[in-house]
């Protein structure tokens, strides 16, 4: 009996449809038998509930191609139908339906494809609309024109009939606008009839001006066809700019679906104005072409908002459509109250997934994609709100319905639906998304939903591919411009050099290979700073901590070298011959560098510096970026490398001090190397201020700048210090003439020999007057043997002074004890004497006095017997016997040994003095002292 009424019923539907058929025009097309083969296995149905589905395809009828839609509503129109057709299989999903009294109903879609009489033919819409009059339910078309069209027929019919709306926003079809027809007064309800699940087209971009305040934007500006659903947009956008105090600085429009020469005037007048935010009142098409040019003038505002649509805007324009602003009717990653759907997706313990996720999985079940969610969401929630409509009302009846849509409110996937006495959803707010990187769509409003914050500026067109390699960036190129000069600089010093090494004294005494190794350290410090750039790689990471730290070493080193091979050579402390060659100054300063490449070895192989990937702004893939990264470890060989430097830097410090006062100029480079370390004591600091204070990442430019200029130039300033002077003295005394114009090398070297300058005698002086001329010729090696062989007649000389002044100590002693004896005796022999006779006392008294004048003449008269003297007395000294002994043949009275005593004395007194040279005042002092009391 059940099979029974099952076929009867079946065969009661088959007979409506047909009906429905016949009745309709040859460009209406009723749903897919497949519905139908499912309504085979329904029982008790008692009807049919149809609902007619109003859509455009231009140019071309279903009938004429069955198989495609195109036309300009295509992509809307495609979207549409399969939204429409996933609400009536969930509607009617194990024969569910609506029980109206007791009585079970399924629902039915009549698609109508009006063409382009929605646009141009009222009439034609009418009667197309009329030929159906057993369906007074009705679901309109996208867009706000075509809808206008559908709602005036609705309007204008003589049965009562309901429009529900699946894209109509224009205000215009709900207020009565100024420029209304007769019989709509101004703002009163223009279609009683029209029912809309969104809300009015100025509210669009509302959510998407107040996220640009926030961020900062001042100017925008407006362009949009004038069209009602354009100037709605137009109207709206502008008075919320306006109410956020952003100043409109253009509002410009074009005609309704502007072609590509309509759009080339508006970017004309965009570029012109150059506004922060760009709002566009275009559809689609006007959209995309709108972008291309913007990509044509390589131009980019910091924002542009536009209908952008779900579903071909990635075929269209690719990576291109990135980081535009949409404001989309629906999206599936929505959730919060809002969004609780009890009728098709109820709530479920076992279900944690929010009711649009569950929309749009279900939606992929039946598809094979992923709902965009603007025309197909709309289009569902059209079909859910008739259905929630016909319950309440309890009847198909459309005036009943259009009374109960009046009262409806309720919750669904869509959001929150009511309609207000004008006929659209107030309270729906419009999701504003935006364009990843990936063209896909990222929730950014409402805020409990957001999926990403709003990108604002939207980044250059430049900055949206990757470049993962060194020296594109301009900074890059200035700082690798400005080491090849300074490279380029040192090369020519380094020529200059070898050119010179054996023409100019100066260069030779400076030791050309030890310079030539200065200048090539320079280099690699240079190399070290071009490879540290904003793109560096793990194997360049460690080229650059090897090329700084042997770099340094090598450029340091040989000074530190040259220093302290001077000073063992002029060491007044030891007069020991010194041998410091070249080859044991080149075996020094390897042994500096080793200890460097040891320590190098063991931290590039135990814990080496990697260079990590690093992406600032994941919106700008041309700021990714490849850094050295130092790991713990790392610090510790930082450590032992910045100390055993700054132990160089001492080092080579102290023994610039030591040598400081040395008169060779040539060879003195204290001054020079104190200079340079105090200049690169400051710009190492400021090196370290830059890589330690500025981030790494949002100051990376700006560290990378400054700790390179600061390396570069700690390392030329030291290069200037120590080669000027010596391009100078080349430049102001050429090769071939220094000989004749420097200071003789007995000045020179006046400090290395005595105080007085003058040697230890005639021969010294003698053989630094004949060596003079071919000083100039002598290298650094000769040089040094040179010196060597003076030490040893200093030495000599020295020997003979100190011998000498032991023997004068000897014989002031001998006559301090002789003056001694003779006063006593002198004293004992006057009490016995007796008184001597005038005349004798008087010739007495007169000859000592000549014979001191005599002498005295004597001595002032003949230099030379002075000097003959002084060698016949030094021989006396040396043989040990005084001459006075053996020339007294025959005894004498005391008074003429007194007076003999004294005039030796007086003789011995210049011997003494002409003997040592080198003898002091003080000891000259002492020596009178005894000859006075021996007089008395």
């Not at 139908?36 to 589905?53: A, K, M, Y």
């Not at 024109?145 to 699946?166: C, F, H, N, R």
């Not at 959730?335 to 996720?357: C, K, V």
């Not at 409402?446 to 060194?470: F, G, M, N």
Request: net charge positive; aromatic share 10%; charged share 20%.
């Amino acid at each position: 009996m059940r099979a029974h009424s099952g076929t009867i019923q079946a065969g009661l539907l088959a007979a409506l449809v047909a009906v429905v058929a016949f009745a309709a025009p040859s460009y209406a097309q009723q749903t897919p038998s497949y519905w139908q083969n499912e309504w085979d296995s329904c029982f008790n149905i008692t009807g049919v509930i149809q609902i007619g589905v109003l859509h455009l395809i231009p140019k071309v009828e279903v009938s004429e191609n069955p198989g495609g839609y195109t036309g300009l509503y295509r992509t809307e129109s495609e979207s549409q139908l399969k939204g429409l057709e996933f609400w009536l299989r969930v509607a009617n999903k194990n024969c569910s339906g609506v029980w109206i009294d007791g009585n079970h109903y399924l629902f039915n879609l009549t698609l109508v494809n009006i063409g382009e009489a929605a646009t141009k033919n009222r009439n034609r819409t009418a009667t197309a609309m009329s030929s159906m009059p057993n369906i007074n339910l009705w679901i309109g078309p996208y867009g706000s024109s075509p809808t206008s069209t559908v709602a005036d027929a609705v309007q204008k019919a003589a049965s009562p009939k309901v429009l529900i709306g699946t894209g109509a926003t224009s205000s215009s079809l709900y207020i009565c606008p100024s420029s209304a027809p007769s019989g709509c007064e101004p703002g009163a309800r223009r279609f009683s009839r029209l029912f809309s699940p969104l809300s009015i087209a100025e509210r669009y971009y509302v959510p998407a001006v107040n996220i640009f305040r926030t961020k900062g934007a001042k100017t925008v500006g407006i362009v949009y066809e004038t069209s009602a659903f354009g100037t709605s947009l137009a109207l709206g956008s502008k008075a919320e700019a306006i109410n956020n105090k952003l100043n409109i600085t253009l509002e410009q429009t074009c005609p309704p679906t502007p072609n590509a020469g309509n759009v080339s005037l508006l970017v004309d007048s965009i570029i012109q104005a150059n506004p922060d935010v760009v709002i566009c009142g275009l559809y689609y098409a006007a959209s995309v072409e709108m972008i291309k040019q913007f990509k044509a003038r390589n131009f980019v505002p910091k924002a542009f908002v536009s209908r952008m649509g779900d579903v071909a805007l990635f075929n269209d324009l690719g990576r291109d459509a990135s980081y535009s602003i949409d404001s989309n009717y629906w999206d599936s990653r929505l959730r919060g109250d809002d969004y609780i759907d009890t009728l098709y997706f109820p709530p479920s313990p076992a279900i944690s997934s929010p009711a649009p996720r569950r929309w749009a999985d279900a939606f992929a079940e039946v598809f094979g994609f992923q709902p965009g969610g603007n025309y197909e969401g709309v289009s569902f929630v059209a079909g859910e709100v008739l259905h929630r409509a016909i319950e309440r009302a309890r009847s198909w009846d459309p005036v009943r319905v259009q009374q109960a849509l009046s009262q409806i409110q309720f919750t669904s996937f869509w959001g929150k639906i009511t309609f207000n006495g004008f006929g659209y959803n107030e309270l729906y707010p419009f999701t504003q998304v935006q364009y990843n990187d990936q063209a896909l769509s990222e929730i950014i409003y409402p805020l409990i939903a957001s999926t990403q914050d709003t990108v604002y500026p939207i980044p250059l067109w430049e900055e949206r591919s990757q470049r993962l390699y060194a020296y594109w960036q301009m900074s890059e190129k200035a700082i690798v411009g400005l080491a090849g000069i300074f490279m380029i600089l040192t090369f020519a010093m380094m020529l200059f050099v070898v050119i010179l090494s054996n023409r100019h004294r100066v260069i030779k005494a400076a030791s050309p290979p030890f310079l030539l190794l200065f200048l090539f350290g320079s280099l690699l410090l240079y190399t070290g700073v071009i490879m540290w750039s904003l793109y560096v790689p793990t194997a360049v990471c460690n080229a650059v901590a090897w090329c700084l730290s042997v770099g340094f070493v090598v450029m340091f080193g040989s000074l530190f070298g040259r220093t302290f091979r001077i000073l063992q050579i002029i060491k007044k402390s030891k007069y020991a011959p010194v041998k410091f060659t070249n080859k044991r100054l080149l075996v020094f300063v390897s042994l500096l560098v080793a200890v460097d490449v040891i320590v190098l070895i063991i931290w590039t192989s135990v814990v080496p510096i990697r260079g990590v990937f690093i992406q600032p702004d994941r919106y700008r893939p041309l700021q990714d970026i490849v850094q050295c990264t130092l790991q713990s470890s790392d610090y510790i060989f930082i450590g032992i490398l910045g100390a055993y430097k700054l132990l160089i830097m001492c080092a080579g410090l102290f023994f610039s001090v030591k040598i400081w006062n040395f008169r060779l100029s040539e060879f003195n480079e204290s001054k020079p190397i104190a200079f340079g370390q105090y200049n690169l004591i400051f710009f190492m600091i400021l090196a370290i201020v830059a890589v330690a204070v500025f981030d790494p990442v949002s100051q990376r430019i700006a560290s990378y700048v400054l700790r390179s200029v600061a390396i570069m130039l700690a390392t030329f300033i030291a290069v200037l210090v120590i080669m000027i002077p010596k391009i100078y003295a080349v430049y102001k005394i050429p090769p071939g003439t220094e000989s004749s114009r420097r200071p003789k090398m007995s000045v020179l070297m006046s400090g290395i020999h005595s105080p007085t300058g003058t040697g230890s005698g005639s021969g010294t002086n003698t053989s630094s007057h004949t060596n003079s001329k071919s000083f100039s010729s002598m290298s650094e090696s000769e040089l040094e043997a040179r010196l060597s062989r003076m030490t040893k007649d200093l030495e000599r000389v020295k020997a003979d002074n100190k011998r000498l002044e032991a023997e004068n100590t000897r014989l002031k002693k001998q006559l301090a004890l002789a003056a001694e004896e003779e006063s006593t005796e002198e004293s004992s022999e006057e009490k016995k004497d007796a008184v001597p006779k005038k005349g004798t006392d008087e010739s007495d008294a007169t000859e000592p006095s000549s014979s001191s004048e005599e002498k005295v003449k004597k001595s002032a008269a003949s230099p030379k017997m002075k000097k003959d003297d002084s060698k016949a007395s030094s021989k006396n000294m040396d043989e040990g016997s005084p001459a006075e002994e053996k020339q007294a043949p025959e005894p004498l009275s005391k008074k003429d040994k007194k007076k003999k005593k004294q005039q030796q004395d007086e003789e011995k007194a210049p011997e003494s003095s002409s003997s040592s040279s080198s003898t002091e005042s003080s000891e000259s002092e002492e020596e009178k002292k005894p000859k006075k009391k021996g007089a008395k």
